[in-house]
């Protein structure tokens, strides 16, 4: 496997349940992200892990709860979730070399989750 | 603050034609900026990017895009325009951490 790695490619769930999203990275890279893409909207930053530490909680309701075990792997744990959050989950990586990030780090996407809430 | 306005939502050409997807950009210091497509049901891959080095960026699949400070624009271009390239493209500025401004997409239509 290359590049960012996201599984399941599709969820569908209903609103009592707990389900999980998995994302792994072959970059060696030290940051990961997660962004929410819904229909007619830019994408939003969910949650960054720079060194397996949460930098940015972009206010997501608390019914999304990041992990980050390690910085090859990035987990998304969904519970009582609304229809609203129905979207397409993103997951990226970045290499922030300078300790600090930096304008010019890029960021590589992976293919996403679909994800339908009942 | 940093923002980015992608100037159209759809764009269509004809297969051989050439492609002119606009963005424009608003920046409190020197910017990086990218340029990223999405094909249908596939995550965002990398075009191009700007770093403040060369102001023309020539990127994968034949696309480029020049960075012009005094205009605030770096649109994105291709000479001749291929059935593949049908997608969403996004420009991206960012904001110096890790902090990326999306555009909200231009979705680009290849006609035969």
């Known amino acids: 496997e290359t590049g960012v790695t996201q599984t399941p490619r599709h969820l569908v769930m209903g609103m009592t349940n707990k389900k999980s999203l998995k994302c792994e990275q072959h970059?060696?890279?030290?940051?990961m992200y997660w962004y929410k893409q819904s229909a007619k909207k830019p994408l939003e930053l969910m949650f960054v892990?720079?060194?397996?530490?949460?930098?940015e909680n972009n206010s997501v309701p608390s019914r999304f709860s990041p992990e980050c075990p390690n910085s090859s792997h990035l987990f998304l744990h969904l519970h009582t979730l609304q229809p609203e959050d129905s979207a397409l989950y993103l997951c990226?990586?970045?290499?922030?070399?300078?300790?600090?990030?930096?304008?010019?780090?890029?960021?590589?996407f992976g293919p996403g989750t679909r994800l339908t809430v009942l | 603050a940093q923002s980015v306005t992608q100037l159209d939502s759809h764009v269509s050409v004809s297969e051989g034609t050439p492609v002119l997807l606009r963005c424009n950009y608003s920046?409190?210091?020197?910017?990086?900026l990218f340029w990223y497509v999405q094909h249908p049901n596939k995550g965002l891959q990398l075009l191009l990017k700007?770093?403040?080095?060369?102001?023309l960026v020539k990127g994968i699949n034949g696309f480029e895009a020049e960075f012009k400070k005094s205009e605030t624009s770096f649109h994105l271009t291709k000479p001749s325009a291929h059935m593949s390239d049908a997608a969403e493209y996004f420009c991206?500025?960012?904001?110096?951490?890790?902090?990326?401004?999306f555009g909200t997409g231009t979705r680009l239509k290849v006609l035969a």
């Open positions: 970059l060696g890279h030290n940051a």
């Open positions: 700007y770093t403040s080095a060369a102001t």
């Open positions: 892990y720079s060194l397996e530490e949460r930098v």
């Open positions: 990226a990586s970045s290499q922030d070399a300078t300790g600090d990030f930096s304008s010019t780090d890029t960021q590589y």
């Open positions: 991206v500025v960012s904001s110096g951490t890790y902090k990326y401004i």
């Open positions: 920046s409190s210091y020197s910017p990086s």
